[in-house]
């Protein structure tokens, strides 16, 4: 057993909403197993009673423990291992031509996306065909039961899913997505590009008019990924690849080096070969 304390960043979701801090009086054991996990929950409504709904909480409190999450997550690091040759010819097959469809297609959100952000299209058609192939498949793992799961295991609650689960909870508590009922990748990610429920919070953007839908508006997913990097430092007109800038923004999407490694990389491929004429 570990003692869970908050360390929330500052600035999480903007001027949207305020994720509510864990008491510093009242901390929460996180466990490496799943045998005191119903428990956790009672101790987790406990101290957040007042702070989310009773309709929140009683959704949260509905959830089970994910062992395949946690034998995933704990074995996430093999996805990403192997040289950067062989892990960018496994991922980046077949991306590129759909990417030149994709452009083609919604060519007026990825104008929008780069006249009021400055990120480039070929960079969000990268990451879109990475995380789910161009939303092809968007994971089958209930997000609020993966980020709940993720937040009470001792492995990186502390430094990452105890906030992303506070940010599920008020993506649920706002109205802006039922996440008990809808499905992502193992760490709970949201929508096209996977966002986890603290970058959707900061993110998402209505592109289309027809409300924020990452899940299956085009519009959305390309607005709400270039307003996260914009957000995160991107430098309008930079250039991408390994050492610049706006590479160290890349960094920030993703930790594993050869992920990031393949993201300037194939963006660059789709910018020269596949670009709509």
């Known amino acids: 057993m570990g003692t869970l304390k908050t360390l929330l960043r500052a600035g999480i979701i903007g001027s949207m909403l305020a994720i509510i801090p864990l008491s510093s009086a009242h901390a929460l054991q996180c466990s490496n197993t799943g045998k005191n996990f119903n428990n956790w929950k009672k101790e987790f409504a406990l101290e957040y009673?007042?702070?989310?709904?009773?309709?929140?909480?009683?959704?949260?409190?509905?959830?089970?423990?994910?062992?395949?999450?946690?034998?995933?997550?704990?074995?996430?690091?093999?996805?990403?291992?192997?040289?950067?040759d062989s892990f960018y010819k496994r991922r980046s097959k077949g991306v590129a031509?759909?990417?030149?469809?994709?452009?083609?297609?919604?060519?007026?959100?990825?104008?929008?996306?780069?006249?009021?952000?400055?990120?480039?299209?070929?960079?969000?058609?990268?990451?879109?065909?990475?995380?789910?192939?161009?939303?092809?498949?968007?994971?089958?793992?209930?997000?609020?039961?993966?980020?709940?799961?993720?937040?009470?295991?001792?492995?990186?609650?502390?430094?990452?899913?105890?906030?992303?689960?506070?940010?599920?909870l008020t993506i649920i508590d706002k109205g802006m997505i039922n996440l008990d009922k809808r499905n992502g990748a193992i760490h709970g990610e949201i929508g096209g590009t996977q966002f986890l429920p603290s970058r959707f919070l900061s993110s998402a953007t209505d592109y289309d008019g027809g409300g924020v839908d990452v899940f299956r508006s085009p519009g959305d997913v390309i607005g709400?990924?270039?307003?996260?990097?914009?957000?995160?430092?991107?430098?309008?007109?930079?250039d991408y690849q390994r050492g610049s800038a706006n590479f160290r923004v890349i960094m920030k999407w993703n930790r594993a080096d050869n992920y990031q490694f393949t993201i300037p990389k194939l963006a660059k491929v789709i910018r020269t070969k596949y670009a709509p004429k």
């Open 49 to 84: 009673k007042g702070k989310f709904k009773k309709s929140t909480l009683a959704k949260f409190s509905k959830v089970n423990y994910n062992t395949k999450v946690m034998k995933s997550d704990r074995n996430n690091k093999a996805k990403f291992k192997g040289s950067f």
């Open 97 to 168: 031509p759909i990417a030149k469809k994709k452009w083609k297609k919604y060519k007026r959100f990825f104008n929008k996306a780069e006249k009021q952000f400055g990120v480039p299209a070929e960079i969000i058609l990268t990451i879109w065909g990475l995380e789910t192939g161009f939303s092809g498949f968007l994971g089958k793992t209930n997000i609020l039961e993966s980020t709940a799961t993720l937040a009470y295991d001792c492995r990186r609650s502390e430094s990452l899913f105890f906030n992303e689960l506070l940010a599920a």
């Open 224 to 238: 709400s990924t270039a307003k996260w990097f914009a957000d995160n430092g991107w430098k309008r007109g930079g």
